[in-house]
Structure formats: C-alpha cells, structure tokens
Nanobody
Framework: VQLVESGGGLVQPGGSLRLSCAAS????????MSWYHQAPGKERELVAA????????NYADSVKGRFTISRDDAKNTVYLQMNSLKPEDTAVYYC?????????????WGQGTQVTVSS
C-alpha cells in the first residue's frame, strides 16, 4: 500500500497550490479519502474529506470556501485545491485512506508534503 503526496511548496499569502495523492496497492474506489494537516507543535487535524464516489465532502471551518477536495478513481488520485492561502495554512499535509469492512478498520497514511505560506 502506498499513498504518495505531491504539490507542496512555498507560496505567498493569497496564492494557490494543488496537492495530489497517488494511491496504489489497494482498491482506491472503495475508500473514503481525506487530507489532514499538522503544524509544528500541534496535533494533526482534518482539513477535508471525500466519500467513495465523491458523494459527500466535508471541510474544516477554517478552509471552507477556499479549499476543494476531489478524486479521480480512474487515476487512483485524490486532490486538494487550495486557494487564498493564509500563513496559518502552513503545515505538513497528509493524505489518508480509510475503509470500514466486517468490523475491521483499514487506515493508510502518506508521508506528507510541506506547505509553507509566507511572504
């Protein structure tokens, strides 16, 4: 199982970034996908989530209206479009895949990609 994030970097306040998470080794379309972030000294927090087939999406209040999560099951990839970035968005962003089946939880994480918002 692999989740590989990409697209992070340094951006000025008000700028945009698009994160990608390429999945392999499991049936991507059967999993709910999420993006989390973790700033230095803080706990990992949910940023956005998308259900199987993209039926539902959820966002942290801090990113509503600025971030958009999407998925392409044909490419086994989940995306996070981040617009109007703020310095407080600076964090390591992690991709997560989760599925519940027959009483078991299947939970996979990527290695993270750094996003820094600074002038």
């Amino acid at each position: 199982v692999q989740l590989v994030e990409s697209g992070g970097g340094l951006v000025q306040p008000g700028g945009s970034l698009r994160l990608s998470c390429a999945a392999s080794g499991f049936t991507f379309s059967s999993y709910d996908m999420s993006w989390y972030h973790q700033a230095p000294g803080k706990e990992r927090e949910l940023v956005a989530a998308i259900s199987r087939a993209g039926v539902t999406t959820n966002y942290a209040d801090s990113v509503k209206g600025r971030f958009t999560i999407s998925r392409d099951d044909a490419k086994n990839t989940v995306y996070l479009q981040m617009n109007s970035l703020k310095p407080e968005d600076t964090a390591v962003y992690y991709c997560n895949a989760k599925r519940w089946r027959f009483g078991m939880t299947y939970d996979y994480w990527g290695q993270g990609t750094q996003v820094t918002v600074s002038s």
